[in-house]
């Protein structure tokens, strides 16, 4: 089984930063691309950052470019999220998932073995 567990979210006021980090165990964690997504009240889950098993190739949903980070530490078994110049739109839960097929980063569908989320809340 692959257990992740998100860490790092709080309240922000908006400007400011915050950085998730999610820990892995029970998978081969070197070997398998990562991904953020988040999902605000109301709203459908949306993809926010992906990177693949060794970062050389990371991708950002537009609205975060720029101002997020996806990285990782394979020997730490973590992938972080740097998030910086944060907006009161980027509130939401945020969670970490596994990519397991070929399928697209930006797609939810390729992904399995999801984290129970860390809550961001930036205040205006």
């Known amino acids: 089984q692959v257990q992740l567990v998100e860490s790092g979210g709080g309240l922000v006021q908006a400007g400011g930063s915050l950085r998730l980090s999610c820990a892995a165990s029970?998978?081969?964690?070197?070997?398998?691309?990562m991904g953020w997504f988040r999902q605000a009240p109301g709203k459908e889950r949306e993809f926010v950052a992906g990177?693949?098993?060794?970062?050389?190739?990371?991708f950002y949903a537009d609205s975060v470019k720029g101002r997020f980070t996806i990285s990782r530490d394979n020997a730490k078994n973590t992938v972080y999220l740097q998030m910086n110049s944060l907006k009161p739109e980027d509130t939401a839960v945020y969670s970490c998932?596994?990519?397991?097929?070929?399928?697209?980063?930006?797609?939810?569908?390729?992904?399995?073995?999801w984290g129970q989320g860390t809550q961001v809340t930036v205040s205006s």
């Open positions: 029970g998978r081969t964690f070197s070997r398998s691309a």
């Open positions: 998932a596994v990519k397991t097929n070929s399928g697209s980063y930006y797609s939810g569908r390729s992904y399995d073995y």
């Open positions: 990177i693949s098993s060794t970062s050389i190739s990371t």
